[in-house]
Protein backbone atom coordinates (compact mmCIF):
# COMPACT_ATOMS: atom_id res chain seq x y z
CA UNK A 1 0.00 0.00 0.00
CA UNK A 2 1.68 3.35 -1.01
CA UNK A 3 1.96 5.89 2.14
CA UNK A 4 1.01 8.63 0.00
CA UNK A 5 -2.17 8.80 -1.00
CA UNK A 6 -4.06 11.63 -3.21
CA UNK A 7 -7.17 12.52 -4.32
CA UNK A 8 -9.00 13.10 -5.92
CA UNK A 9 -7.13 11.22 -8.88
CA UNK A 10 -8.74 13.85 -11.58
CA UNK A 11 -10.44 16.54 -11.56
CA UNK A 12 -11.66 19.12 -14.16
CA UNK A 13 -13.16 22.39 -13.53
CA UNK A 14 -13.99 25.58 -15.15
CA UNK A 15 -11.43 28.64 -15.56
CA UNK A 16 -11.45 31.03 -12.85
CA UNK A 17 -12.48 28.27 -10.22
CA UNK A 18 -11.16 27.31 -7.08
CA UNK A 19 -9.87 23.99 -6.31
CA UNK A 20 -8.44 21.48 -3.68
CA UNK A 21 -6.44 18.91 -4.06
CA UNK A 22 -5.67 16.21 -0.83
CA UNK A 23 -3.14 14.19 -0.11
CA UNK A 24 -2.93 11.83 2.86
CA UNK A 25 0.34 9.98 4.14
CA UNK A 26 1.20 7.75 6.76
CA UNK A 27 4.95 8.22 6.29
CA UNK A 28 6.65 7.98 9.50
CA UNK A 29 9.44 9.96 10.99
CA UNK A 30 8.10 12.96 8.97
CA UNK A 31 10.47 15.36 7.79
CA UNK A 32 8.78 17.44 5.30
CA UNK A 33 6.38 17.44 2.25
CA UNK A 34 6.32 18.89 -1.13
CA UNK A 35 3.80 19.46 -3.61
CA UNK A 36 5.05 19.23 -7.08
CA UNK A 37 3.82 20.41 -10.82
CA UNK A 38 4.28 18.25 -13.47
CA UNK A 39 3.05 19.91 -17.34
CA UNK A 40 2.47 17.04 -19.68
CA UNK A 41 5.47 15.96 -21.19
CA UNK A 42 7.60 17.97 -18.90
CA UNK A 43 9.91 17.04 -15.47
CA UNK A 44 7.77 17.60 -11.95
CA UNK A 45 8.71 21.20 -10.51
CA UNK A 46 8.42 22.20 -6.78
CA UNK A 47 5.91 24.61 -5.97
CA UNK A 48 5.94 24.59 -2.01
CA UNK A 49 7.66 22.66 0.81
CA UNK A 50 5.81 21.86 4.29
CA UNK A 51 7.75 21.40 7.53
CA UNK A 52 6.27 19.83 10.63
CA UNK A 53 5.79 23.13 11.95
CA UNK A 54 4.33 24.89 9.40
CA UNK A 55 0.71 24.62 8.89
CA UNK A 56 0.41 27.16 6.03
CA UNK A 57 2.26 28.54 3.24
CA UNK A 58 1.17 30.29 -0.37
CA UNK A 59 2.96 30.37 -3.37
CA UNK A 60 1.12 33.04 -5.59
CA UNK A 61 -1.89 31.08 -6.00
CA UNK A 62 -1.52 28.37 -4.90
CA UNK A 63 -1.77 27.81 -0.94
CA UNK A 64 -0.49 24.38 1.01
CA UNK A 65 -1.76 23.12 4.36
CA UNK A 66 -0.37 20.95 6.65
CA UNK A 67 -1.87 18.86 9.91
CA UNK A 68 1.15 17.08 11.08
CA UNK A 69 -1.31 15.38 13.65
CA UNK A 70 -3.80 14.27 11.17
CA UNK A 71 -1.22 13.69 8.12
CA UNK A 72 -3.26 15.42 5.68
CA UNK A 73 -1.96 18.20 3.29
CA UNK A 74 -4.09 20.03 0.60
CA UNK A 75 -2.98 22.61 -1.95
CA UNK A 76 -5.43 25.05 -2.86
CA UNK A 77 -5.63 26.94 -5.99
CA UNK A 78 -7.19 29.97 -6.48
CA UNK A 79 -8.69 31.54 -9.76
CA UNK A 80 -7.56 28.67 -11.50
CA UNK A 81 -5.82 29.59 -15.21
CA UNK A 82 -5.75 27.35 -18.16
CA UNK A 83 -1.72 26.79 -17.45
CA UNK A 84 -3.04 25.14 -14.32
CA UNK A 85 -3.65 22.31 -16.36
CA UNK A 86 -1.34 19.52 -15.12
CA UNK A 87 -0.40 16.76 -13.04
CA UNK A 88 0.06 17.84 -9.01
CA UNK A 89 2.20 15.58 -6.99
CA UNK A 90 2.27 15.25 -3.20
CA UNK A 91 5.85 13.97 -1.72
CA UNK A 92 6.78 13.20 1.21
CA UNK A 93 10.19 12.91 2.93
CA UNK A 94 11.15 11.07 5.87
CA UNK A 95 13.99 11.56 8.69
CA UNK A 96 15.21 7.76 8.24
CA UNK A 97 18.61 8.19 6.87
CA UNK A 98 20.72 11.34 5.68
CA UNK A 99 19.72 11.11 2.19
CA UNK A 100 15.84 11.41 3.17
CA UNK A 101 13.57 8.71 1.51
CA UNK A 102 11.30 10.17 -0.49
CA UNK A 103 7.70 8.73 -0.74
CA UNK A 104 5.73 9.66 -3.71
CA UNK A 105 1.81 10.04 -4.39
CA UNK A 106 0.30 9.15 -7.86
CA UNK A 107 -1.03 12.64 -8.75
CA UNK A 108 -4.00 14.27 -8.74
CA UNK A 109 -4.73 15.41 -12.55
CA UNK A 110 -6.01 18.71 -12.79
CA UNK A 111 -7.98 20.18 -16.31
CA UNK A 112 -9.04 23.50 -16.01
CA UNK A 113 -11.61 24.17 -19.41
CA UNK A 114 -12.06 27.71 -20.53
CA UNK B 1 13.98 26.94 -14.29
CA UNK B 2 16.13 24.11 -13.77
CA UNK B 3 19.81 23.56 -15.69
CA UNK B 4 19.15 19.62 -15.63
CA UNK B 5 18.62 18.15 -19.57
CA UNK B 6 17.83 14.07 -20.93
CA UNK B 7 18.54 13.50 -24.12
CA UNK B 8 17.01 11.74 -25.86
CA UNK B 9 13.02 13.04 -25.26
CA UNK B 10 11.49 10.53 -27.19
CA UNK B 11 13.57 6.87 -28.56
CA UNK B 12 11.72 4.25 -30.31
CA UNK B 13 13.45 1.15 -30.65
CA UNK B 14 13.33 -2.72 -30.95
CA UNK B 15 13.75 -5.60 -28.72
CA UNK B 16 17.29 -6.03 -27.87
CA UNK B 17 19.15 -3.17 -28.85
CA UNK B 18 21.36 -1.38 -26.11
CA UNK B 19 19.82 2.35 -25.07
CA UNK B 20 22.42 5.09 -23.24
CA UNK B 21 20.38 7.60 -21.91
CA UNK B 22 21.70 10.77 -21.09
CA UNK B 23 21.39 13.08 -18.24
CA UNK B 24 23.82 15.94 -17.40
CA UNK B 25 23.49 18.86 -14.75
CA UNK B 26 24.89 21.85 -14.68
CA UNK B 27 24.21 23.24 -11.06
CA UNK B 28 27.17 21.27 -9.73
CA UNK B 29 24.41 19.19 -7.45
CA UNK B 30 26.04 16.02 -5.64
CA UNK B 31 23.04 13.56 -5.63
CA UNK B 32 21.30 12.77 -9.06
CA UNK B 33 18.71 10.11 -9.46
CA UNK B 34 16.75 8.08 -11.91
CA UNK B 35 13.01 7.83 -11.87
CA UNK B 36 10.57 5.51 -13.54
CA UNK B 37 7.30 6.80 -14.39
CA UNK B 38 4.39 4.93 -16.05
CA UNK B 39 1.28 6.92 -16.18
CA UNK B 40 -1.42 7.10 -13.83
CA UNK B 41 1.36 5.59 -11.64
CA UNK B 42 3.73 7.45 -8.63
CA UNK B 43 7.28 7.80 -9.59
CA UNK B 44 9.54 4.71 -8.53
CA UNK B 45 13.59 5.40 -7.76
CA UNK B 46 15.87 3.02 -9.89
CA UNK B 47 18.79 4.76 -9.27
CA UNK B 48 20.97 7.22 -7.58
CA UNK B 49 24.55 8.88 -6.80
CA UNK B 50 25.74 10.78 -3.66
CA UNK B 51 28.56 11.44 -6.03
CA UNK B 52 31.49 10.62 -8.35
CA UNK B 53 31.91 6.79 -8.37
CA UNK B 54 28.77 6.38 -6.10
CA UNK B 55 26.03 4.56 -7.45
CA UNK B 56 23.15 2.55 -6.03
CA UNK B 57 20.21 0.72 -7.08
CA UNK B 58 16.87 2.34 -5.75
CA UNK B 59 13.79 0.88 -4.29
CA UNK B 60 12.14 -0.68 -7.59
CA UNK B 61 14.04 -3.36 -9.59
CA UNK B 62 15.52 -2.15 -12.71
CA UNK B 63 17.88 -4.33 -15.55
CA UNK B 64 19.36 -1.00 -16.08
CA UNK B 65 23.07 0.09 -15.03
CA UNK B 66 23.92 3.72 -14.26
CA UNK B 67 27.85 5.58 -14.45
CA UNK B 68 29.02 8.25 -12.54
CA UNK B 69 32.65 9.48 -13.57
CA UNK B 70 31.85 13.27 -13.16
CA UNK B 71 29.80 15.22 -11.09
CA UNK B 72 27.50 16.60 -13.71
CA UNK B 73 27.02 13.39 -16.04
CA UNK B 74 24.71 10.59 -15.22
CA UNK B 75 24.04 8.32 -17.92
CA UNK B 76 21.71 5.20 -17.65
CA UNK B 77 22.07 2.08 -19.76
CA UNK B 78 19.90 -1.04 -20.85
CA UNK B 79 21.89 -3.87 -22.34
CA UNK B 80 19.35 -5.57 -24.24
CA UNK B 81 15.69 -3.84 -24.54
CA UNK B 82 12.84 -5.13 -23.66
CA UNK B 83 9.35 -4.30 -24.08
CA UNK B 84 8.69 -4.22 -20.24
CA UNK B 85 11.03 -1.46 -20.27
CA UNK B 86 8.85 0.86 -22.37
CA UNK B 87 8.14 3.75 -19.91
CA UNK B 88 8.92 7.38 -18.99
CA UNK B 89 12.50 8.05 -17.46
CA UNK B 90 13.02 11.20 -15.33
CA UNK B 91 16.58 11.83 -14.09
CA UNK B 92 16.53 14.88 -10.87
CA UNK B 93 19.39 16.02 -9.24
CA UNK B 94 19.68 17.67 -5.50
CA UNK B 95 22.17 19.92 -3.90
CA UNK B 96 23.90 17.90 -0.95
CA UNK B 97 24.19 20.63 1.23
CA UNK B 98 20.85 20.35 1.96
CA UNK B 99 18.13 17.94 3.13
CA UNK B 100 15.08 19.51 2.21
CA UNK B 101 14.37 17.14 -0.58
CA UNK B 102 13.79 19.09 -3.57
CA UNK B 103 14.51 17.51 -6.62
CA UNK B 104 15.32 19.05 -10.28
CA UNK B 105 13.75 17.45 -12.93
CA UNK B 106 14.80 16.65 -16.94
CA UNK B 107 12.09 17.19 -19.07
CA UNK B 108 12.10 12.85 -19.00
CA UNK B 109 13.04 10.58 -21.56
CA UNK B 110 10.06 8.19 -23.24
CA UNK B 111 11.57 4.98 -23.95
CA UNK B 112 8.88 2.53 -26.43
CA UNK B 113 10.47 -0.58 -26.93
CA UNK B 114 8.94 -2.71 -30.00
Known amino acids: KNQVEQSPQSLIILEGKNCTLQ??????????LRWYKQDTGRGPVSLTI?????NTKSNGRYTATLDADTKQSSLHITASQLSDSASYICVVSDRGSTLGRLYFGRGTQLTVWP | EADIYQTPRYLVIGTGKKITLECSQTMGHDKMYWYQQDPGMELHLIHYSYGVNSTEKGDLSSESTVSRIRTEHFPLTLESARPSHTSQYLC?????????????FGEGSRLTVL
Open chain 1, 50 to 54: MTFSE
Open chain 1, 23 to 32: CNYTVSPFSN
Open chain 2, 92 to 104: ASSSGTQNTGELF
